[in-house]
Every structure is written in structure tokens, then in C-alpha cells.
T-cell receptor, first 114, second 114 residues
Framework: GNSVTQMEGPVTLSEEAFLTINCTYT??????LFWYVQYPGEGLQLLLK?????DKGSNKGFEATYRKETTSFHLEKGSVQVSDSAVYFC?????????????FGKGTHLIIQP | NAGVTQTPKFRILKIGQSMTLQCTQD?????MYWYRQDPGMGLKLIYY???????DKGEVPNGYNVSRSTTEDFPLRLELAAPSQTSVYFC?????????????FGDGTRLSIL
């Protein structure tokens, strides 16, 4: 079946540092890939997505590239801010865009210190 | 714009009690989902629906029931609460299947079974 593996947290960085959160997946075919962000006490919000190989999703300074050859979708940001502190989830939907929900990684708690 | 609304936000139940978690969306989305989020884990799909009158089991359906009598509402019922059902529950909706359109999440219901 489908699965998503993310780096374990918490990840603690200083403001303006470079961020990478690793995500690899196992799936048949060509799933769509997503990064969601969860701020304290809130639900998940879509951060970015990519629907085919070599696509780059980007939003709010975050980027991730769909790498079919390495089955990866790593999240990056060049200069993080305290307001980026949150839990980040990598997720995939099965190939063909099925109706049966998303498969999530365990989440990575990001802490940005001023 | 209300989006996806969940009630209640918090609830404590005794073992064996029953309750219904409410979820409503005002975006006219056909697809709706229920997930549970356990500490340090990603979200697991409980049930989903592709339209009024149609529901199907997700990855962890045991101990839960759902109904979908209208497009807007997708309640989740716990019949005999057990400590293993202590979790944070999220409802989500999307216009199309999860590969093509993002899912919109509510703020969650934090449920404790004592």
C-alpha cells in the first residue's frame, strides 16, 4: 500500500536559517504529492502541491519538487521566520486522484527561535 | 467564509457512552472525510463520502459510523466509547477526489475517553 515517511522532529532552527524537511513516499503509479501545515489549535492547511514528476510546488517562500526517480518531495525554504513554527505534513493521494482520502506522514514539528 | 465547521471543539466521555461529532461545510463540496490524529502520528482516514447517501470505510473504521443525508453535513458517531478512541478528530472536504483538489479541514474536535 501507499506510505509516506518524513524526518522525525522536532526540528529547531534560528530565524533566517535554511530549512529542509525530508519526505519520501511509496506508491504505485504517479500519485499527487502535498505539503500541509498545522498551526497550534487549528486544522491542516494546504501549503503546496505537485501532481506530476518534476513539478515544483511553491507558496509563501516554501518549495518542493516532485522527484519520481528518488520518490521524494522535500520541503525547503531559504530563510525561515518565527511565524513558520508549526507542524508540517507530507501527504499523497493515490494515482488517478482517488476519492478515498490522503495518506499522511507522521508530521514534523518545526520550531523557529528568534 | 465559514468553510468546514466542527462541533464540539472539546469533549470528555466516559467509557461506554456515545456521542456524535458534527461536521458541516458551506462550499458545496461533494467529497467529505473524517480523520483521526493521534500524538506523533499522521492522520488516519476513518470514513469518507463522495456525495449525499454514499459513504465508505477508510483505514480505521472500527467503532465508528457515519451518515451523509445532505451535501453539507457529515456526522461521525461513536456508539460505545473506548479509551483507544481518545484522539483529535478532523473533518475535511474537497470539490473533487483528493488527487485533483486540495482538502479543506476543520479545526478539529479533541475527544478524551476516561
Amino acid at each position: 500500500g501507499n506510505s509516506v515517511t518524513q524526518m522525525e522532529g522536532p526540528v529547531t532552527l534560528s530565524e533566517e536559517a535554511f530549512l529542509t524537511i525530508n519526505c519520501t513516499y511509496t506508491a504505485t503509479g504517479y500519485p499527487s504529492l502535498f505539503w500541509y501545515v498545522q498551526y497550534p489549535g487549528e486544522g491542516l492547511q494546504l501549503l503546496l502541491k505537485a501532481t506530476k514528476a518534476d513539478d515544483k510546488g511553491s507558496n509563501k517562500g516554501f518549495e518542493a519538487t516532485y522527484r519520481k526517480e528518488t520518490t521524494s518531495f522535500h520541503l525547503e525554504k531559504g530563510s525561515v521566520q518565527v511565524s513558520d513554527s508549526a507542524v508540517y505534513f507530507c501527504a499523497l493521494s493515490r494515482a488517478g486522484g482517488g476519492a478515498d482520502g490522503l495518506t499522511f506522514g507522521k508530521g514534523t514539528h518545526l520550531i523557529i527561535q528568534p | 467564509n465559514a468553510g468546514v465547521t466542527q462541533t464540539p471543539k472539546f469533549r470528555i466521555l466516559k467509557i461506554g457512552q456515545s456521542m456524535t461529532l458534527q461536521c458541516t461545510q458551506d462550499m458545496n463540496h461533494n467529497y467529505m472525510y473524517w480523520y483521526r490524529q493521534d500524538p506523533g502520528m499522521g492522520l488516519k482516514l476513518i470514513y469518507y463520502s463522495v456525495g449525499a447517501g454514499i459513504t465508505d470505510k477508510g483505514e480505521v473504521p472500527n467503532g465508528y459510523n457515519v451518515s451523509r443525508s445532505t451535501t453539507e453535513d457529515f456526522p461521525l458517531r461513536l456508539e460505545l466509547a473506548a479509551p483507544s478512541q481518545t484522539s483529535v478528530y478532523f473533518c475535511a472536504s474537497s470539490r473533487e477526489g483528493s488527487g485533483n483538489q486540495p482538502q479543506h479541514f476543520g479545526d478539529g474536535t479533541r475527544l478524551s475517553i476516561l
